[in-house]
């Protein structure tokens, strides 16, 4: 079908609007889920740390009294204070930071770059625009796409890499030391999921590099290697990726550990694929006997996919790549013991746009079947409901959740208040770090846990209104209450019942 290949004139100015819809698109989002202010303990970390390198500094001064900021996300050591995770990630937030006012605004070119680089990719490894296209458009419209670009966590930083290293080798031999730099970008920010992503194509490129720069090569990636275990262990970077034991490799190996891989998989092409029925209405609290439909589509994609490989020798490499890519990332789960829910959007996305890809060539084959009147029809459908049924109940689920967490920043805001010392009572768990979220200078509010040394507070933060925001678990908001202590009593200027749920 003619129609469904774009002319390689029309392409520059097609992945330049592609380009722009999605960075647009990802800003959107951040103002419709609120995520612009950070929402989890992940990402207030990643912030606090790009928030510190835009300030021109490795780490921040700790504060008086290290224990009343105690946060399972960030560290105080030998008198700094700095985040708990690998600092690439945060390094590129502060890049957006000083260049462009907006980590998220950093977000989203990261996203919209990969975006433009999935369809390059595929472009060249199947020498069909169509399939480029059609990969781009599913993934464009994906939910784990959408909503984790409109986040702070490193997922979309680290795909970025991953698929700047697989264009960079699409060059040949010549450009495998830029692609190993890419390789060590993306382990620079998820090194458990980068390895195992990028295993396949670190075999596959030395096997095509001649003797002597295969040997290079090897000499680079055991530098690269030893450079990253140093920086594991010297810093808290190893305990954190490994808490609880969630690396642990035998006993992992179990039946198990390998349905937990199943109903990630699962979870991943839900995701990716909103397509079936949940009765929840949105994605997070899908069950698991809601019907999967994708789950069944990228399945069949995969099957016929390694038929292919199977049966045509003569397979670009590339498509075998990206299989053998696919299984190490599915296999690379087998050691990795996630509690609480299969999270499977999340550990699959430095593989996403490959989760698109499998299904794409399927539609794509049904698509070149059809008449152009049917064709079009079925492209609108695939790509309408994914991108408004399930994407906006969950954006709307988002939304709710994050207001109650908002609740104490937009308060303060009515409240006029720029520095106010807030303390934190009754918080959920989820809400904690989130709560505590404080800038590394310590300017503007100062937030800390209510119980702590108060005391200790008062006299490290002096002069400043005291507040007390208290969560109500009846009502399921927090409440702004007058502080009283030791005979201090301070009266908010504004007291308000009305959460920020009412208030949407």
Aim: contains cysteine; positive net charge; glycine residues 8%.
């Amino acid at each position: 079908m003619t129609g469904l290949r774009p002319a390689g004139r029309a392409e520059p100015a097609i992945l330049l609007g592609l380009f722009l819809l999605n960075f647009g698109a990802s800003l959107w989002i951040f103002d419709a889920a609120l995520t612009e202010t950070p929402c989890t303990g992940d990402e207030s970390s990643v912030l606090f740390q790009a928030q510190t390198f835009a300030g021109l500094r490795a780490s921040a001064p700790a504060p008086d009294n290290p224990a009343l900021f105690a946060s399972h996300y960030l560290a105080v050591k030998d008198g700094r204070w700095f985040s708990i995770y690998p600092p690439v990630y945060p390094l590129l937030l502060a890049a957006g930071l000083l260049l462009l006012g907006s980590a998220a605004a950093a977000v989203a070119l990261m996203s919209s770059a990969s975006l433009v680089l999935a369809y390059l990719v595929v472009r060249d490894a199947y020498e069909d625009r169509a399939l480029a296209g059609l990969v781009a458009a599913l993934l464009f419209v994906s939910p784990s796409f959408r909503l984790y670009s409109s986040s702070y966590y490193t997922h979309v930083g680290a795909l970025l890499a991953v698929l700047s290293c697989l264009r960079l080798l699409q060059g040949g031999a010549r450009a495998w030391l830029a692609a190993g730099l890419a390789a060590a970008l993306a382990a620079g920010i998820r090194p458990f999921e980068a390895f195992w992503v990028l295993l396949p194509a670190g075999i596959w490129a030395a096997r095509g590099l001649p003797r002597r720069e295969r040997e290079r090569a090897l000499a680079a990636a055991l530098l690269l290697l030893a450079a990253v275990v140093a920086v594991l262990l010297r810093g808290p970077y190893l305990d954190v990726v490994n808490s609880g034991g969630r690396l642990a490799v035998l006993p992992n190996l179990n039946l198990a550990g390998i349905a937990r891989v199943w109903e990630m998989v699962g979870d991943a092409a839900k995701w990716t694929l909103a397509y079936g029925y949940f009765a929840a209405g949105n994605l997070k609290d899908a069950a698991p006997q809601d019907l999967n439909v994708s789950f069944l589509w990228l399945g069949a994609g995969l099957l016929w996919a390694a038929w292919e490989a199977r049966r045509d020798r003569s397979a670009g490499g590339f498509h075998r790549l990206f299989l053998a890519t696919l299984a190490c990332a599915v296999l690379g789960h087998l050691f990795y013991a996630k509690k609480g829910g299969p999270y499977g959007e999340r550990r699959f996305f430095e593989a996403i746009f490959l989760l698109c890809l499998f299904p794409a060539r399927l539609l794509l084959l049904a698509l070149r079947r059809l008449r152009p009147r049917y064709a079009v029809v079925v492209l609108a459908a695939a790509l309408g409901v994914n991108a408004a049924w399930y994407l906006p109940a969950t954006i709307l689920r988002a939304r709710l959740g994050n207001a109650r967490r908002l609740q104490l920043f937009s308060d303060l805001r009515r409240l006029g208040e720029s520095r106010g010392l807030v303390y934190v009572a009754g918080c959920p768990d989820f809400d904690v770090s989130f709560c505590l979220r404080n800038r590394p200078d310590l300017s503007g509010n100062v937030f800390v846990a209510a119980g702590r040394d108060e005391a200790a507070v008062a006299r490290a933060f002096p002069g400043r209104r005291r507040y007390v925001f208290r969560f109500d678990w009846a009502r399921g908001e927090y409440v702004l209450e007058p502080y009283e202590r030791a005979g201090v009593r301070s009266t908010p200027r504004l007291y308000t019942q009305g959460s920020a749920l009412r208030m949407l």
